[in-house]
């Protein structure tokens, strides 16, 4: 099948979408419906009844058997409980069934899920509850709704709940800045996201003779091969033919699912890939990256591959994130972080702009909060990924701009010129106003901003939410001086300037990989909290608590909830890694390095039987010996340290513990097994190596 007929007749195949939904439904449901979808407003009474019966009509054509209620808990992956359509009739015969109860609850049990402390464990009850902004589709022959998942008590237990509360907090206070200026048209301001997704691919048999990739999704031990990504040569790459064929089945599973995966290439590392879909709302876009890191796995396994997603799977080289593009955008087509031609007469999108920057400056700790993980902080700060330092890059165009409205000085706007390299068969185009910055976190690149700092791992929820809402925060101071201003134009004109003053200190269009600008973010006063333990208290302060709870995101009840969980996965992932290493250690390396020793030992007493020196072998068993005794003795202590945590009853505690104790031994345990690797025969060695792993896929 050709290309454009996949796209007319297979794209969102696998989804009970819009076409399927303007077929099926009768009008005047259909449109209560679309309202819904497109306002925000409540659904109307037996809307869902109907809408039932037209999903399971179309579900049983496809061929799916079962439906589930598919959701994202605080796990950081999705959930699903599948049910059977099948209804026994009470005559020994059964039909399918699926009623508006099944589309709009469900019950799962919610005791075993992370809640932070919310409910204890024979407090079992919570619900999923039916969105119908974002569409139902069928995997594995199972019809999956996008539901949101909370408790009993009605608290958030999820990552979409927080999430569709903070889409409709920027829609109110966007609304109210667009109403100032005289916009009475535009009926819904929304949030679009396009995350990019960066994963290594590795040969599955390859990948299961390691325990640390199993268990922990990273390398815990491992030297460095005699070719990394010194040559540059694998960014952009020709995608070998294995990957290649992988990249096609996952499009073709993503693109029946209705997913806009889009761009594919090589990323710096070997092994290492990126895949990019078009942009999208927020809530869809959260989705829809949840579910192809799902699709990814699966394709990969079917494939003879691993697809691994965590941050820093390898020492060494690059490790991989998600970054993640955020705009503002009206239902009638607006962006309103598009400056156009003229930014400087641009005072609406000046004003947005203004937001943005405060509200980074403002909650630069509440980012870093959504990309604090274990994973994470191994490549945060390391010169392939932005540092632990928020900051904007904006350009020289905007930048100029700013300082225009801020000294009071005429702008002379930057004009685009042609593009000239020399090679008059090239065709000509306008050169971009301001270059890329790849080492920012936080860049704007045309008409939109790219978080970079986010983990590959992550679920794009979590800094979607902070983007949000520190977002209608600022708005909202804004639209509260602007209503109360007996000149707008004067208060408006204020607001950009006192604003960009206030918060300079946030942009810096410079190199962030340097230790001069860590040096300059101190004398600014920007904050630069280096890990999780670090990071996730900023999470639960009073100033961020009054935040969500103004904007209805969270309750103080809930984000304590979440500090918990998030800190609580901090500490289980790190024991899990330490434990992993003891294993690997004791049963594996040490055995496998002390039959090497073995051989060396008995080959130097042959030797030395007919005469021959043996200077060489005593100095490799010396260092070998040396290297050893100091493999056991880290070992033990990592072991120690590790059933030290069993004394810290607050998380908090146990977090400090794990960053400065915890971490610090199992760096020393792997320092000494590296260097054991580099003179250990290869044949004895228990492990894959690095090389095998990052260069085994053809």
Request: glycine share 6%; proline share 4%.
């Amino acid at each position: 099948m050709c290309f454009m007929s996949m796209i007319q007749n297979e794209f969102g195949c696998m989804v009970f979408g819009d076409a399927e939904m303007r077929q099926r439904l009768p009008k005047e449901i259909y449109r209560s419906l679309r309202k819904t979808i497109e306002t925000g407003c409540e659904l109307d009474h037996g809307v869902s009844g109907v809408v039932a019966s037209a999903m399971k009509d179309w579900a049983l054509e496809k061929g799916a058997t079962h439906y589930t209620h598919w959701f994202q808990p605080m796990t950081g992956i999705t959930a699903e409980k599948h049910d059977s359509f099948l209804c026994p009739t009470g005559d020994g015969e059964a039909i399918a069934e699926f009623s508006s109860k099944d589309l709009k609850r469900g019950e799962p049990d919610a005791s075993s899920f992370p809640s932070g402390g919310l409910r204890t464990t024979f407090e079992a009850r919570g619900y999923t509850a039916w969105d119908p902004t974002s569409y139902a589709f069928i995997k594995d022959k199972t019809l999956c709704v996008p539901t949101a998942f909370f408790s009993y008590g009605g608290e958030a237990l999820d990552k979409k709940t927080p999430l569709l509360r903070s889409m409709e907090a920027v829609n109110i206070q966007a609304l109210r800045i667009l109403r100032l200026f005289g916009n009475t048209t535009t009926k819904r301001v929304i949030t679009t996201v396009g995350p990019e997704q960066e994963y290594f691919l590795v040969d599955k048999d390859i990948h299961d003779k390691r325990k640390d990739l199993v268990y922990t999704g990273r390398t815990l031990y491992g030297a460095m091969p005699p070719k990394g990504q010194e040559l540059e040569d694998h960014y952009f790459g020709t995608i070998k033919p294995r990957v290649k064929a992988y990249m096609e089945d996952l499009n073709n599973e993503l693109w029946h699912l209705g997913v806009y995966a889009k761009t594919e290439h090589n990323e710096a590392a070997p092994a290492q890939h990126e895949l990019a879909p078009v942009f999208t709302n927020t809530n869809i876009a959260t989705d829809h990256n949840q579910l192809t890191m799902e699709i990814m796995k699966k394709v990969a396994l079917r494939n003879g591959l691993v697809c691994i997603l965590h941050e820093k799977p390898f020492a060494g080289v690059n490790g991989s994130g998600k970054h993640n593009n955020w705009s503002l955008a009206t239902d009638d087509g607006i962006n309103l972080l598009e400056p156009g031609d003229t930014p400087y007469e641009n005072a609406q999108f000046l004003l947005f702009l203004a937001a943005v920057i405060a509200g980074v400056d403002e909650y630069q700790d509440l980012l870093r909060v959504s990309a604090a993980s274990a994973g994470n902080d191994h490549r945060l700060g390391a010169s392939e990924a932005p540092p632990a330092i928020l900051s904007i890059f904006l350009g020289d165009q905007l930048t100029g701009v700013l300082d225009a409205i801020e000294n009071e000085n005429e702008y002379e706007n930057m004009q685009k010129t042609k593009m000239r390299v020399g090679v008059t068969v090239l065709p000509a185009f306008s050169k971009d106003l301001t270059d890329r910055n790849r080492t920012s976190p936080f860049a704007f690149t045309g008409n939109k901003f790219e978080f970079r700092m986010l983990g590959s791992a992550f679920s794009i929820a979590e800094s979607n939410i902070i983007l949000n809402t520190i977002a209608a925060e600022q708005l909202s101071r804004f639209a509260d001086r602007l209503e109360s201003a007996e000149s707008f134009t004067d208060e408006l004109h204020q607001i950009i300037k006192t604003t960009i003053k206030d918060h300079k200190r946030i942009i810096f269009n410079g190199n962030n990989y340097t230790d001069a600008w860590e040096k300059e973010a101190e004398k600014r006063g920007l904050s630069n909290l280096k890990t999780t333990a670090d990071a996730l208290p900023h999470f639960k302060t009073e100033k961020s608590i009054a935040l969500f709870e103004k904007h209805r995101i969270f309750t103080r009840t809930e984000v304590m909830s979440r500090y918990e969980i998030l800190v609580e996965n901090y500490c289980k992932v790190l024991n899990i890694e330490a434990l992993t290493m003891i294993d690997m250690a004791r049963k594996n390396i040490i055995p496998a390095c002390e039959k090497y020793a073995g051989m060396i030992a008995k080959t130097a007493a042959n030797m030395k039987t007919v005469g021959i020196s043996v200077e060489a072998e005593t100095t490799a068993l010396t260092r070998l010996s040396g290297l050893l005794l100091s493999m056991y003795r880290q070992t033990e202590t990592l072991e120690k340290v590790s059933n030290g945590m069993k004394k810290f009853a607050d998380n908090t505690e146990l977090s400090c513990y794990c960053r400065d104790t915890l971490i610090p031994a199992m760096n020393s345990l792997r320092e000494v097994a590296d260097e054991l690797e580099t003179i250990v025969g290869e044949e004895y060695w228990p492990y894959p190596t690095y090389g095998s792993l990052l260069f085994g896929v053809c």
